[in-house]
T-cell receptor, first 110, second 113 residues
Framework: EAQVTQNPRYLITVTGKKLTVTCSQN?????MSWYRQDPGLGLRQIYY???????DKGDVPEGYKVSRKEKRNFPLILESPSPNQTSLYFC?????????FGPGTRLTVT | QKEVEQNSGPLSVPEGAIASLNCTYS??????FFWYRQYSGKSPELIMF????GDKEDGRFTAQLNKASQYVSLLIRDSQPSDSATYLC?????????????FGKGTLLTVNP
């Protein structure tokens, strides 16, 4: 089944404790992206990747890192999480203009 | 900052009615337009896309695009309670990545049985 997977789906952590949210797609898509979704602010792009080893900032990249060492994986790294990074995170992939979203990761930073 | 605007709603329609959702965008050079449906707590799901002026129909859904007026709309005919969700308008603008989506904040649709 063609899909985008994310892990973990739920995470509660403390300020400053490094974490990684994984994203994987099995559709051989070149383009992958991370979004965060907050009430009243909608979906905002954090980082995107056009292909392996090619990444760029989206609209809200501060406090996040990404890497794209393999085509199928695009992890999101929070080196020192802060409470303002509490959000619902979505990974997406596409080949062409239609993007397909993963199930989401709900992150709470206390 | 390129913007995509939607009425946040909620838009409430009776079962069987036509639901009309609207979206305006600021970047006149935008080329590609998408409608996503998002159920509460779930991920956005692509339901329609349109690239050319005019109407595009897919089952009960019709997307309408008017580039001169910079708006795109989604009509849902014979609305069902299962259509109750937040509908997100998204646009690929004329600059930057060819695949970068800018989303509106969404319109909450409620279909009443």
């Amino acid at each position: 089944e063609a899909q985008v997977t994310q892990n973990p789906r739920y995470l509660i952590t403390v300020t400053g404790k490094k974490l990684t949210v994984t994203c994987s797609q099995n559709m051989n898509h070149e383009y992958m992206s991370w979004y965060r979704q907050d009430p009243g602010l909608g979906l905002r792009q954090i980082y995107y990747s056009m292909n392996v080893e090619v990444t760029d900032k989206g609209d809200v990249p501060e406090g996040y890192k990404v890497s794209r060492k393999e085509k199928r994986n695009f992890p999101l790294i929070l080196e020192s999480p802060s409470p303002n990074q509490t959000s619902l995170y979505f990974c997406a992939s596409s080949q062409g203009k239609k993007q397909y979203f993963g199930p989401g990761t709900r992150l709470t930073v206390t | 900052q390129k913007e995509v605007e939607q009425n946040s709603g909620p838009l409430s329609v009776p079962e069987g009615a036509i639901a009309s959702l609207n979206c305006t965008y600021s970047d006149r050079g935008s080329q590609s337009f998408f409608w996503y449906r998002q159920y509460s707590g779930k991920s956005p799901e692509l339901i329609m896309f349109i690239y050319s002026n005019g109407d595009k129909e897919d089952g009960r859904f019709t997307a309408q695009l008017n580039k001169a007026s910079q708006y795109v709309s989604l009509l849902i005919r014979d609305s069902q309670p299962s259509d109750s969700a937040t509908y997100l308008c998204a646009v690929i603008d004329s600059g930057g990545s060819n695949y970068k989506l800018t989303f509106g904040k969404g319109t909450l649709l409620t279909v009443n049985p």
